[in-house]
């Protein structure tokens, strides 16, 4: 399989590159160390992103925003004046076979296309091949190694082991089957709750269907398994009577409509007491219907609904009442709108905060939505709770004739509803639920002492018979209910079961994905434990520290430990390693590891991973991936680009890179993003001169002046490095708008220095043109006009002289070489030596 | 049953593909499910960053793929 190195990346109209019309194009040696420097606000970390971009999609730190801040909106340069951004790769197998070049273009509406035009069959998903963790490294995921807990470590450490992919996935299936969680989000607290209420339920009826059998038939009921049969007999039973037959026959019980029975039974004797009798029955029986009550369930759902209430209680706790809540919703969308551009600053208030006034009013709507779980939570569980609905049938109860104004389940519920419901409430409610037990009790003893009362003055037969027909209708009536609710409990069940099912398998699943994944991390980290041990010892420069990972089985947490410590072992990494040797063994397993993968990149970027590491251990760093890592003088290495804005390290950058005898290619960004252009100092020093010429031709000195600066600079640099003019220590970090005056400085003290010591090199005429003509030309129209900022634009004409100047004042310090022939023109050696 | 583990020669995406091979003998029906919804659940945690409503919304389509399989039971029986 052909591995890639990336050898060209253009880019325009994206993130931080404006570059319209002429994109930051950056060439890579697949052969060199790559390095990028440029200061903050340069366009580096937008290189960077452009690279996730094009391989992932999208960019991670934009991905996480929330959709009210619109990440979409950020990827496109916004000052572009075009459809959109564009980035292109050009990417080098290993095999020999022709280079790949890829296309990415993203429209402004968020449309990403991918296109090759040297005709690659896939060009997306050789992108997506290239999205290795080892392909980029960033700062972010480097630094949490450093200093997280054993978990978080373990977190990080899959990045640098090239397994964040496994590492998020196995998070990811660790949140889905956490417990607690599953339990809210598949509902099975309500749905057992409603499950235990139908089945109750069942059990009522089923008692029901015993008794009034019994009454009617005589016989027992001891098979629910033969309820059709059962049914059958009660029709039998009333249907043998001779005045019902008519009414009975043909019919099951099911069809038969005992209204007419107790019509009919009510023609053959009337009177008062007969029809109080059936009153009497049918008033025993709607009671006996409902059962008798749950006291110790009924306590046992008040506590659950009171638990409820406190947790909602703290939540409300946490919001400040509901003008709050709209005004921070109607901030949220005031700022979700983008026309707020102070991103930590109160638009009510114009205060300036610590945070960003986005997460607050996030975190102040999130605990009103807790709020709102909670209400919903108390809803379900008081509308599935047996002793709530209870309550509800009690004081509906006819016999109990409760006055509808008294009623406190109407009330409640609609309480729930709003969210207003209270402990005292639910307490008051199960109270209630409790007097109207002993009142339904009381009421059952004194119906059926009636009851009795009536028989002995009715004739008997029909007595028994008034007696069976309501008995009989009970049965039907339960029949009915017991089947339904026999449904109802086995869909429950059935949605139950399913959803446990799902329980088992998402937790059984993590598990095995989880062992999988610390095995194979584990295997990692043995495969490279020489590897990252001996780079460590180069980085440090140390023999007696060593450092030991270790990964506990079956868990994420990665201990790191040093096995040496001048002598002793087994101590605490975190407790004794400096932030350096913590950092220099990060970067020594991300080294060890991506070295050994074989993936399709061949190519690592990083983006300012070295700059927590002290100058010495940087350089150390530097040789090693140079001397050892680097493809070229390593057959099997890999392909470095090093995105960098540390001011020393350019400095070495820049060394390396003017030495042709060392394998290392150095590009400098300059520029004024995000409105101008980015362009790469040392390829593009003649195409920059070019485009000067050209936009002051045409007149445009506004657009030419950046670029005018960014000349001057580079020339002036290109002095001081060429002839080896010693620059003060913190010349690197001032004030990049003075770098010029920075140059013109450093230039003028040393050639001083060697005119007062008589050892200049420079000839009468480059000393006089440099002291009386170049310099002055370019402090005069350059400096005092631009570095200030106090001065007006200059003419076109002006400028040009100005780039003029620039080109004479390097040639002060280079003189014809005779003795080559032809003649060349060379530099300095230095400024007392050719 | 040979205990499962990933082979470090293999893409994630291969090594994910033998993992759902592994689940469906555990329960092909849930398996489905799960492979069904893979988006939804790799969005839970990004870059090592977990997002809740992401597992809300995956266990919601959990939920609406398993009562589509009780109700199609429902319906067989």
Redesign the interface.
Same mark, same amino acid.
């Given at each position: 399989m052909a591995r890639y190195f990336l050898t060209r990346l253009r880019v325009e109209g994206f993130r931080g590159i404006n570059n319209e019309g002429e994109p930051l194009d950056l060439k890579f040696s697949q052969n060199s160390v790559n390095s990028i420097f440029a200061v903050n606000a340069n366009g580096k970390s937008s290189l960077f992103d452009a690279l996730c971009y094009a391989f992932h999609g999208e960019i991670?730190r934009l991905? %996480?925003l929330q959709a009210q801040e619109n990440p979409d909106a950020y990827y496109c340069n916004r000052f572009h004046s075009g459809s959109g951004a564009t980035i292109e790769l050009e990417l080098a197998p290993d095999d020999g076979t022709p280079d790949v070049y890829v296309k990415i273009e993203r429209s402004r509406q968020g449309q990403r296309t991918v296109t090759s035009t040297t005709g690659h069959a896939d060009p997306q998903a050789l992108l997506t091949?290239l999205g290795e963790d080892f392909s980029l490294l960033d700062y972010r995921t480097f630094t949490?190694f450093i200093d997280d807990t054993p978990l978080q470590r373990g977190?990080?450490f899959s990045?640098l082991l090239g397994l964040?992919?496994?590492?998020?996935?196995r998070?990811? %299936?660790q949140?889905?089957s956490n417990t607690t969680?599953?339990n809210g989000?598949?509902?099975l607290a309500v749905l057992n709750t409603q499950a235990t209420s139908a089945q109750q339920t069942v059990q009522q009826q089923l008692t029901i269907l015993r008794t009034s059998y019994q009454h009617v038939t005589g016989h027992p009921f001891d098979d629910v398994g033969r309820l059709d049969k059962y049914a059958s007999d009660v029709a039998t039973a009333l249907g043998g009577v001779e005045m019902l037959k008519t009414l009975f026959d043909g019919k099951l019980l099911l069809d038969v409509d005992f209204n007419a029975v107790k019509d009919a039974v009510r023609q053959a004797e009337g009177g008062e007491q007969r029809k109080e009798l059936e009153k009497t029955l049918e008033a025993i029986t709607s009671i006996e219907a409902l059962g008798t009550g749950d006291p110790n369930g009924a306590a046992t759902e008040q506590e659950a609904i009171l638990n409820l209430i406190t947790t909602r209680d703290a939540r409300l706790a946490a919001t400040r009442g509901d003008l709050f809540k709209r005004l921070h919703e109607a901030a949220d969308k005031f700022i979700a709108a983008g026309t707020w551009a102070e991103a930590n600053q109160c638009p009510l208030c114009m205060e300036t905060l610590d945070f960003p006034i986005a997460e607050h009013i996030r975190s102040q709507l999130g605990h009103y939505r807790e709020v709102a779980d909670s209400i919903k939570e108390i809803g379900d569980q008081w509308r599935s709770a047996s002793c709530i609905q209870r309550l509800s049938r009690l004081e509906k109860l006819a016999a109990l004739s409760v006055p509808e104004a008294e009623r406190l389940s109407g009330t409640l519920d609609r309480d729930v509803t709003a969210g207003t419901l209270t402990s005292a409430a639910v307490t008051n409610a199960l109270a209630r639920l409790t007097t109207l037990e002993t009142q339904l009790a009381d009421k059952l003893s004194a119906l059926r002492s009636r009851k009795d009362q009536l028989e002995k003055e009715l004739p008997q037969s029909l007595v028994q018979l008034t007696e069976q027909v309501e008995y009989g209708r009970q049965f039907k009536g339960s029949l009915v209910a017991y089947r339904d609710k026999q449904q109802d409990e086995g869909?429950i069940r059935?949605?139950i079961a399913?959803?446990e099912?799902?329980r088992n398998?998402?937790t059984?699943?993590t598990g095995?994905?989880a062992?999988?994944?610390v095995?194979?991390s584990t295997?990692?980290i043995a495969a490279i434990d020489s590897e990252y041990k001996d780079m460590f010892r180069r980085i440090m420069n140390v023999a007696d520290i060593v450092p030991e990972l270790r990964r506990d089985a079956g868990r994420e947490d990665l201990h790191v430990q040093l096995s040496d410590f001048h002598g002793q072992h087994a101590l605490s990494a975190r407790a004794l390693l400096s932030e350096s040797f913590r950092n220099a063994l990060a970067i020594s397993v991300f080294l060890a590891a991506a070295m050994r993968h074989v993936?399709a990149p061949r190519f690592v970027v990083t983006d300012d991973v070295t700059s927590s590491f002290d100058s010495g251990h940087q350089l150390a760093l530097m040789e090693l991936l140079r001397s050892q890592l680097q493809f070229g003088l390593n057959a099997q290495g890999l392909q470095f680009i090093l995105l960098s804005h540390d001011g020393l390290l350019e400095k070495y950058f820049d060394r390396l890179g003017s030495d042709s005898a060392v394998a290392w290619k150095h590009h400098k960004l300059q520029g004024a993003p995000p409105m101008g252009a980015i362009l790469s100092q040392s390829q593009d020093a003649n195409r920059l001169k070019t485009t000067i010429s050209t936009l002051l031709s045409a007149g445009q000195t506004t657009q030419a002046e950046p670029l005018i600066r960014q000349y001057l600079e580079f020339a002036l640099q290109q002095i001081i490095r060429k002839v080896n003019i010693p620059v003060p220590i913190d010349f690197a970090m001032k004030d990049q708008s003075r770098m010029v005056s920075n140059c013109l400085e450093a230039i003028k003290v040393h050639t001083e220095l060697h005119k007062s010591a008589s050892t200049l090199v420079l000839d009468a005429n480059q000393v006089t043109n440099l002291d009386t003509v170049h310099v002055p030309a370019i402090v005069g129209n350059w400096v005092s006009h631009y570095e200030t900022g106090a001065g007006s634009s200059l003419s076109a004409p002006m400028l040009q002289g100005i780039v003029q100047s620039i080109d004479a004042l390097a040639d002060c310090f280079r003189y014809d070489d005779t003795t080559a022939t032809p003649v060349v023109r060379k530099w300095y050696r230095s400024l007392s030596s050719r | 049953m040979p205990v499962f583990r990933f082979d470090d020669s293999n893409t994630f995406e291969a090594n994910w593909s033998a993992f759902m091979v592994e689940l469906e003998a555990v329960d092909a029906g849930m398996a489905a499910i799960l492979a069904a919804n893979k988006d939804k659940l790799a969005a839970i945690v990004r870059q090592g960053e977990r997002n809740s409503q992401a597992r809300s919304t995956f266990n919601a389509a959990i939920v609406a793929a398993l009562d589509v399989l009780v109700a199609q039971a429902g319906g067989a029986s």
């Open positions: 991670p991905a %996480l091949s949490r977190r990080a990045s964040s992919a496994y590492s998020d996935m998070q990811s %299936l949140a889905a969680a599953l989000d598949l509902g869909r059935a949605r399913i959803r099912r799902w398998f998402v059984r699943a095995v994905y062992d999988a994944e095995a194979l295997a990692r993936g | -």
